[in-house]
């Protein structure tokens, strides 16, 4: 198995590339390609989610100190439904798409045919480290791929149990797992592959794209940016700030590549901070931050002279525990810190302006986020916003459940990502979808051919307009 | 070209310009884009004489051929834009369950931004305007950088193209490498790159950078298997259309064009004795008088497929044609019958009217000769035997496959036209060119009005056996748990 081989040899290029290799072999015989295969596996999956739902919760806890409800729902159910989904909807899927041909190469028949892309990389998240890792490879398997998934060495606890449960569930000629960190990660990336599926940063998503450059390997890159909350007046505020709350904090304590990262409002919504605090979260609902790294980076966003005076809420904070309380600020500068990078924690800006429309283009001058959401019951203000702010994903009236939709395409656009996937867009992007055209022998058009004439150039004119009163007319020589 | 003396600043400036413009809104309006669409139109209608000399200077391409392969096609293909543009921008629902009441979801395209269109010399007017129409229909601001390989066509554009459309939002910048790879530095929200697979990985590269996505449209040896076939109409048919696929289109310099035939054995003589028939018809005694071959685009590439016949080996196994002349630039159309595997001929795309027949002792040994090497643009098979069309389908990868023709899927709107692995990555034509150029955003509507209470913490085993029951999709369960019926997993195991 690939994780025990790590303790024996440093798995480097040589390594990579006869694991390469081996899965090659493998989908080059054809076994990933059969409709029975794909479901196997995928109930394959189902099986292990569901006979060690205790063991994926230990190890996020583990790793994360995620409360058991969010383990249980954000990862073992999500993952359950997109299995399901999956199962239910691969034959459909796998079957030919028939489209229809026109006037011009009468008399043919076309469809589209979904195939295998061959053998694909996922390299995974550590904040949602179950969900993340095999969400993409559900994708991967329904497409009929051969499948290394490299989970986040940020999350390890999670990252050894898939490698053991992976290994004991799954098709271990097809599917591997190799565990890691930069070293690992560098010899897989110099592979050829035929899909790379990144969840990260774009900094990282940088290296991945360079690297699948130098073998023309197309790329799903799903990273992030600050997902802004535009809340307007006139609203129920009590149901938005539930949602935004749960958005946020609920989610990994902010640690989610959809969580609200800043609020922006008017002016004469102030009381949305004495909201909040009628609404004090457990501590042991909460997820710890995931090391002293990004611990040490949300203090810093914490600290800074600019900021740290407009904590309206919050800010206690554990180092021994790694835990950040809720916090809320308010009126931070636009210069700062926090109001530059993603926050990826528990911290929550607001902005405020004169006039709700400056918000628009105050999401739009930074780098488009992956996701947008906006409270308000102002129809034009919603048309506006949907219309006018690039996004990922936007939501009217909540935060974060888009992710929940199958039927939605999930990924990013410019800095926050490229591709997409869940539902069928998972079986999409693993797969590729070929043209076949079928002719007879019947039917053809000597003016196709030399040599050439100013007569077949009519013709051809005629042909090409699609209109049968202009073919005869040239037929005729009339054009 | 007088853009490779722009100043860097200026080059960045203009393209600010063009950014602003974006952002004003005005390319996102649907009169604009049809506006643009219709511009296009009607350059091809009033300076189609013009693109017929430009072309016909750049590759000696006869108006037939051009209009077949590069305004005709245009024209299709922007009215089909036109006609497609409502339906396309109005986006789709998207289903959701039951339980999620009060909610709507929709994909809503939206345009990229500001996107940069690289094209390719062997129809430099198709492989320009084609990406440009996606571009266009999508509601992107664009810049063109057509090829300075092909100069006529390349003024052609910069010259026409302010006078049809927004000089504002589309510009087109000439040059050579130089102002390719500054152009490449820029930021853009997209490129759509048409060429070589090494300049491609260069554009990737750069790409990489600022993450932005690419469509690369590149090439490879397009294979056409010819079966037995029995009937002597089918054969004529068969070969009329492998040589025109690979001879009278640009000359064999067609990212889709036949690079090779493989064929049985036992059928190679016969196939041969009726190509060097059909040749003859085609492009008569002397095919250097005929109007009916193009040119190969420059020097360098004479020279390149020149060199490709010096092996002796390779130019013993010339069985029609081989005679060249520099200074037209003109190859007779060639068939070499089993050339060496290694020699350069076999290992590279030709791009050019040379045509090598590979013989096998069965015509299923085609499969595994395409799959030993990189995964072509397009296969072309010639057969009526329904196993062998199911096997090539199943078996084999590329772009796309064509039975009984070649290059004719270029022409079908509803099929993507793309690459797989060394040919490509991306598709485009049809409803794919403006899918390439937007970015289909999701889009979730909630009412205030409902909302699943048990979302929020603090959190506990009853509202967890009720996500449990929703993410099932069991309604009944929901009841049964709001109402106290149905204990909890947890209380059912006894914890």
Known sequence: MAGEDKKQQPFDSKAASSLVAELRGAFASGTTRSYQWRESQLRGLLRMTDEHEQDIVAALRSDLGKPELESVLYEAAMLRNSCKFALKELQRWMMPEKVKTSLTTFPSSAEIVSEPLGVVLIISAWNYPYLLSLDPVVGAIAAGNAVVLKPSEIAPATSALLAKLLGEYMDSSSIRVVEGAVPETTALLEQKWDKIFYTGNGRVGRIVMAAAAKHLTPVVLELGGKSPVVVDSGINLQIACRRIIVGKWGNNNGQACIASDYIITTKDLNELE??????????????????????????????????SKKVVYGGERDPTKLQIAPTILLDVPRDSLIMNEEIFGPLLPILTVDKLEESFDIINSGAKPLAAYIFTNDKKLK????????????VVNDTTVHLAVHALPFGGVGESGIGAYHGKFSFDAFSHKKAVVYRSFMGDAAIRYPPYTNGKLRLMKALLGGSILGILRALFGRS | MEDETKAPEEMERELEEMRECYRSGRTMEASWRKSQLKGLLRLLREREEEIFRALHQDLGKHPAEAYRDEIGS????????????????????AKLPRLALLTTAKILPEPLGLVLVISSWNFPIGLSLEPLIGALAAGNAVVLKPSELAPEC???????IPHYLDDKAVKVIQGGPGIGERLLLQKWDKIFFTGSARIGRKVIAAAAEHLTPVTLELGGKCPAVIDTLSSSFDRKVAVQRVL???????????????????????????????????????FGENPRESQSVARIVNKHHFLRLRSLLLDPLVKSSIVYGGSMDEESLFIEPTILMDPPLQAAIMMDEIFGPLLPIVTLNKIEDSIEFINSRPKPLAIYVFTKDEPLRRSMVSKTSSGSIVFNDAIVQCLVDTLPFGGIGESGMGRYHGKFSFDTF???KAVMRRSFLVDVWFRFPPWNDHKLQLFRSSYHYDYLGIVLTV?????????????
């Open chain 1, 274 to 307: 004495t909201f909040y605090g009628k609404n004090p979260l457990e501590s042991k609902d909460l997820s710890r931050i995931v090391n002293s790294d990004h611990f040490t980076r949300l203090t810093k966003l914490l600290d800074e002279d600019k900021v």
């Open chain 1, 383 to 394: 048309e506006h916003f949907v219309n006018n702010v690039s996004a990922g994903g936007l």
């Open chain 2, 74 to 93: 245009l024209i299709k293909s922007v009215n089909y834009a036109l006609d497609g543009l409502k339906r396309w921008m109005s986006g789709n629902k």
């Open chain 2, 154 to 160: 390349s003024s052609l554009l910069a010259n026409a």
């Open chain 2, 244 to 282: 025109g696929a690979k001879f009278s289109s640009s000359a064999g310099q067609i990212c889709i064009g036949v690079d090779y035939v493989l064929v049985e054995k036992k059928f190679s003589s016969s196939l041969v004795e009726l190509m060097k028939m059909m040749m003859k018809k085609m």
């Open chain 2, 438 to 440: 937007s970015h289909q």
């Open chain 2, 483 to 495: 109402l106290g019926l149905k204990r909890t997993n947890r209380a059912s195991k006894g914890i």
